[in-house]
């Protein structure tokens, strides 16, 4: 029975990396967010509160892509937003 599972698991991760292949032929990829600068025309913002993080994206809550830099959806990600301190 473990065997069988592997093997599933394994059929499964081949289709998925075949998938994956064909459409990075036809232009689509993942937006590159994870410690860059937030870019809401790419990115949705979700809430964090660590003000040393500000307008840097920290979390990838879900993957975004572009196919040929045209935006299929956006990166859902956790990013640092905070007000300047009035003083």
Excluded: H, W
Aim: glycine residues 10%; hydrophobic residues 45%; proline residues 5%.
């Amino acid at each position: 029975k473990t065997g069988d599972v592997e093997s599933l698991i394994q059929g499964i991760l081949m289709i998925k990396s075949g998938f994956a292949r064909i459409l990075a032929e036809a232009g689509l990829k993942e937006i590159d967010c994870l410690g860059k600068k937030f870019n809401p025309a790419q990115m949705e913002a979700l809430p964090v509160d660590d003000k040393e993080k500000d307008d840097v994206v920290i979390e990838i809550a879900r993957i975004g892509y572009l196919m040929n830099d045209t935006l299929i959806r956006p990166a859902k990600v956790v990013v640092g937003r905070f007000p300047a301190e009035n003083g």
